[in-house]
């Protein structure tokens, strides 16, 4: 098979002169699907960029030679290579929401692409792009703007601006990273239905091994900038060579794990009572009713959009119900967390989805921590930094971290920071709000871990949110199924992932990717 | 180096910091090395350069030297001070209307355009003529033009920050409101604050120079940059120093206060700037 993408020693450099990229060859054939999986900052995105033969500013290109469909893209002048961009490669960025300009309608972003490179494919040219990656391919549609797509149709978009010229090869970086499980199912079927139907080869980049299992047919591993192990994908699952492959695929959630069945139940910490809730006028709740036991831990699963944050943030005292009692142990709550008792404030503890937001930048880790601790507890000084000190080592972070800024941390130690500023207030039930979803997957793995250690040493009760249902096969004893603001199924986890009742629940076990039993 | 004056690091910073101490030296030392009065003529006007007068006399044939060095303090004093002030009240406003989600916003935000609908000249014309024209009035007119302009960017950066997780983090655990504005909030917006100063102060000196220069502000024999330019400017064929002089003091000012807020907002919004950006 002769590749339609070749690279040959490809090394890039950073702007302090570290290699991002070193030296790394990779060969694609035409309808060939290359899955690249590496963890945040080991060179995917700058490798990615550098096979359109283009660099993030101030790096770059220090050797090596980038060839597609026999066409040189390194060494070139930039105009040259800008000429070569789009027509015989092309790229799909990772955040469609911000890939696409918010001022341009969705038809312009397209017709753009095909404009630039003398395509004049004109109107027709531009739906037929949109038809290709099943948009509605009208001039209705081709006239909204990406701020009335959804984040599923936004990535379509980004994906028809790609293929308008019909490049040999997309390189696609972290295309569904975001997206829910269905979404996700949606896209991928598409990229396998593109490749298939047009033989485009694929460069698809992910840190998710599961997602690059489900649809590629050789996978890279990148690891600190090389590839430390490359081959069919069964293969690599099954027989990871690299040590660095081998805890990538340890890390990955399976989605029915054995567990120990809970023999007795337990009196309730938290239990909801026909909670409705809504955004202005918008419902996105409704008539909800749960229970967490003491010690026990619930899941809350559903797409973006099923209000799974919502009552999240109903719980915590952030959104005002519209309807319902929320009661922590037998004691009603009231809707503003500023309204309800220190004691019922110290009980409850939320952690949030994104560590990159829910840490305050300017403040440092010690402060952070110490915060709850003083304002909950009423502690002394003195007493909150040796509590620091404790709690750091309880989420195993070193102590050294105390005196740093969150700038400094990497996602997986400020989510655990969050966890340690939680669990300073001392409380018994925690509302985990999708905390592994903006973490990689060897990194999530390990927040799991610490949740279950928590919980055993603890005793902590848990509300765990989450779209994902492997992850959440990891962690809960009973599961919840929301869709559009409505419970559709319940259960035990086994019960809820192994014999599905619900439609709606059998659509996400099978959208959600797993791998091959090993 | 203290965390706090990092910033002096970067080229930037560093001249500006320079310029700064320069031009705040001259001014809050220059009366005391003088060799001059700054009241007294010492020969006839606008004379050239002499051992006498190192920068030629004035309009009256004052020392153009000893009354640059006499003229920092009230210009300085006076931009500071209601720039201070404008602060003191813009932060407030802008805090307050940007974490508010009910009525508090549109009624104080709709205050503010009232305010920045009237042209900032005229109303300081009116509010020196009604009143008089004294310092406080100056500092308070001057104060009140830029204090709306303050509120806006204030709120719109408030806005931005009240919606992330750390904010909400302070919510569930009930902090007070002036501790999610003092502590939370109000860290966060410092690189705005630092980036809008120099612009305020800037603005701020030439509002002064501008009513000195109509003569409705400080009123002769005073010494000020912005005066002496207005009462030298007919001598600047005979004795151009005795208004470049000073226009080069206002000019050194206004550009190091900018040049040290960028160097501060560029450092503060560098570590404040997420480590987001994923491979």
Known sequence: MSAVLHAEGLTVELPGGRAAVDDVSIAVGPGEILGLVGESGSGKTTLALALLGYTRPGCRIVAGSVEAAGMRLTGLDEAEARSHRGRVVSYVPQDPASALNPSLRVGDSVGDVAREHGGGAGRGGVLQALGRVHLPADAAFARRYPHELSGGQQQRVTIATALVCEPAVVVMDEPTTGLDVVTQARILEEVERLRSERGIAVVYVSHDLSVVASIADRVAVMYEGRIVEEGDVTQVITRPRHEYTQRLVASIPRLVERRPERTEAGTAILSVDDLGAAHGRVPVVDDVSFEVERGACLAIVGESGSGKTTIARCVAGLHSPSAGAILLAGEQLAPRARSRTRHQRRQLQIVFQNPYDSLNPRRRIRDEIARPARLLRGLSAADAEAEVARLLERVRLPSRLADRFPGELSGGERQRVAIARALAAGPELLVCDEITSALDVSVQAAVLELLQELRAELGLSLLFISHDLAVVGTVADDVLVLESGRVRERGSTTQVLSSPQDDYTRRLLEAAPSLPAP | ?279
């Open chain 2, 1 to 279: 180096m203290p965390e706090a004056l990092r910033f002096a690091r970067s080229g930037t910073g560093a001249v500006g910091v320079a310029v700064l101490v320069f031009v705040l030296l001259v001014a809050l030392f220059g009366p005391f090395v003088a060799p001059h009065s700054p009241a007294r003529p010492i020969g006839i006007p606008y004379e050239g350069p002499s051992a006498e007068a190192l920068l030629g006399t004035d309009f009256l044939g004052r020392d153009v030297l000893s009354r640059v060095l006499w003229g920092g303090r009230s210009v300085i004093a006076l931009a500071g001070l209601s720039v201070l002030l404008a602060y003191a009240g813009g932060l407030a406003v802008g805090l307050a209307a940007g974490y508010s989600r009910g009525l508090l916003d549109p009624i104080l935000m709709r205050s503010a355009d009232v305010l920045l609908s009237l042209p900032a000249l005229l109303f300081l014309l009116v509010l020196v003529t009604g009143l008089g024209s004294s310092r406080t009035v100056l500092v308070v007119g001057v104060a009140l033009i830029q204090m709306p302009l303050v509120a806006r960017i204030i709120r719109s950066a408030t806005q931005t920050q009240s919606v992330r997780g750390f904010v909400e983090a302070a919510a569930a655990r009930g902090e007070r409101t002036s501790a999610i504005l003092g502590r939370e909030l109000l860290p966060n917006i410092v690189p705005t604050i630092a980036a809008d100063v120099g612009l305020r102060l800037t603005y701020a000196i030439i509002l002064v120079a501008s009513v000195n220069f109509l003569g409705l502000g400080l009123q002769p024999p005073d010494a000020d940059w912005g005066l002496m330019v207005s009462e030298n400017r007919s001598g600047l064929n005979l004795n151009p120093l005795a208004v470049l002089a000073p226009v080069t003091m206002i000019a050194l000012l206004t550009i190091a206060v900018n040049m040290v807020g960028d160097a501060v907002a560029r450092q503060q919004g560098v570590s404040a700037i997420e480590v987001g950006a994923r491979t």
